[in-house]
């Protein structure tokens, strides 16, 4: 079989803004775990060949308990996670190098309303450029400060040319693999904050792909409010 297209998921984080007594991919939605629905997008999908997760070594049995609930025939033996994200992609990359994809689409486990038509954008998006982020135009007035502490003004951004970096973020395997063990031989100093900056540092050009606001990362504990709405609204509930 010619691996095509395969799905990274990123589920080692403790997403400890979310609260709860689980990290926050594990917490329910509706009656079962966000990362159930997330990596349940993937398996529905028909252009996605195989699914490769990341979790943290504590998470095992909550993640087995999570695909026992799943159809596992596209699902490949898991990855554990290092202390930051741009680790555990890497991590998640070696694990299926031997496999050889021809594209890989680096996902968030806490970003469990993905659609199909996204999934097919990205892919599409992939036959021409080596790398395409789904990205939301910013619609808000953005100010920005000097550093992080200020509180006053600097100055008022255009938000014209500002856009909000999402996932999935699709690559070209062989590029992406590269460009990680590259910036790994950078050291700790080297760390960027999701995979399209990677290529961005590198000089490669990264097509965006208009998303919506639907397709949150869950993070605090009122998105999880708004994701149970979503998903009683989606199930026809309300």
């Known amino acids: 079989m010619t691996l095509i297209n395969a799905a990274l998921i990123v589920a080692s984080g403790r997403g400890s803004r979310a609260g709860g007594d689980v990290p926050k991919q594990y917490q329910l939605i509706g009656d079962k775990p966000v990362l159930w629905h997330t990596i ?13 997760v990341v979790i943290h070594p504590d998470d095992v049995a909550l993640y087995e ?11 490949l033996p898991h990855s554990f996670g290092g202390t930051e994200r741009q680790y555990s992609v890497t991590h998640g990359l070696k694990a299926i190098s031997h496999l050889a994809p021809q594209n890989i689409l680096i996902h968030d486990g806490a970003r469990p309303f993905l659609t199909t038509s996204l999934i097919d954008d990205l892919i599409a998006a992939c036959d021409q450029y080596l790398g395409a ?34 996932t999935p973020q699709a690559f070209d395997f ?44 869950i993070t605090h504990p009122e998105d999880f409010l708004w994701a149970n709405a979503k998903l009683a609204l989606l199930n026809g509930d309300i």
Not at 65 to 75: F, P, W, Y
């Open 40 to 52: 349940n997008n993937f398996i529905n999908h028909q252009k996605i060949d195989k699914i490769l």
């Open 133 to 166: 982020i789904a990205a939301t135009p910013i619609t808000d007035t953005i100010k920005s400060v000097k550093n992080k502490q200020d509180e006053y003004i600097d100055k008022t951004l255009d938000r014209d040319c500002l856009w909000a970096a999402q």
């Open 174 to 217: 062989n590029t992406i693999i590269k460009a990680h063990a590259d910036v790994s031989q950078m050291g700790e100093n080297k760390l960027f904050t999701d995979d399209a900056a990677i290529f961005e540092y590198f000089d490669i050009s990264v097509k965006l792909v208009k998303s919506t606001n639907q397709n949150i990362k």
């Open 65 to 75: 308990s999570v695909i026992a609930q799943l159809d596992a025939t596209k699902i």
